[in-house]
T-cell receptor, first 112, second 113 residues
Framework: RKEVEQDPGPFNVPEGATVAFNCTYS??????FFWYRQDCRKEPKLLMS???SGNEDGRFTAQLNRASQYISLLIRDSKLSDSATYLC?????????????FGTGTQLKVEL | DVKVTQSSRYLVKRTGEKVFLECVQD?????MFWYRQDPGLGLRLIYF???????EKGDIPEGYSVSREKKERFSLILESASTNQTSMYLC????????????FGPGTRLTVT
């Protein structure tokens, strides 16, 4: 089983739609979680951290479910500019912050 | 604004050549990283460094070595390039505080023929 698993997509959605991605992780002792965004042929950039209580940043909401070992990302009112690959990232307890585990990413395509 | 730069965007080398990939960051970050990114496999950590002259193996260190002589610079070395090292190589850095955010360079697309 992979340490971090994501549906690769692509998710093709119309502009204005709401879309959600899930990501599962295998190490129950993992301590912190993130979503990174990677545009085509560009480097990954941090989108948001995921807190136990859930957190929101504008149109983006991230949630953590420790019991079921998954994190989610919800994007409301999708924009064309949201088209990208979204990487789920987990910091295992042994990593000390330097051994992040990256998922392979979920591709989102927002269309007119 | 954090800036991580890599010496080349595209590189073509022959099998058996020694290859140097350079990375420089301008934010005085303690930690630096080298990843490779391949379709279907995601980002995989090759090596990281938490201080000058200090290094630790990541998940796939075989066939690679690294050097960190100055805080701002982290080099990845392929002693004898092979075709299975054709990949996108990404350098990253992060500060030594509790923030886990990593800042990535633009990547080097290496092709070994």
């Amino acid at each position: 089983r992979k340490e971090v698993e994501q549906d690769p997509g692509p998710f093709n959605v119309p502009e204005g739609a709401t879309v959600a991605f899930n990501c599962t992780y295998s190490n129950s002792a993992s301590q912190s979680f993130f979503w990174y965004r990677q545009d085509c042929r560009k480097e990954p950039k941090l989108l948001m951290s995921v807190y136990s209580s859930g957190n929101e940043d504008g149109r983006f909401t991230a949630q953590l479910n420790r019991a079921s070992q998954y994190i989610s990302l919800l994007i409301r009112d999708s924009k064309l500019s949201d088209s990208a690959t979204y990487l789920c990232v987990v910091n295992p307890i042994t990593g000390g912050g330097n051994k992040l585990t990256f998922g392979t990413g979920t591709q989102l395509k927002v269309e007119l | 604004d954090v800036k991580v730069t890599q010496s080349s965007r595209y590189l073509v080398k022959r099998t058996g050549e020694k290859v140097f990939l350079e990375c420089v960051q301008d934010m005085d970050h303690e930690n630096m990283f080298w990843y490779r990114q391949d379709p279907g496999l995601g980002l995989r950590l090759i090596y990281f460094s938490y201080d000058v002259k200090m290094k630790e193996k990541g998940d796939i260190p075989e066939g690679y070595s690294v050097s960190r002589e100055k805080k701002e610079r982290f080099s990845l070395i392929l002693e004898s390039a092979s075709t299975n090292q054709t990949s996108m190589y990404l350098c990253a850095s992060r500060s030594g505080d509790r923030s886990y955010e990593q800042y990535f360079g633009p990547g080097t697309r290496l092709t070994v023929t």
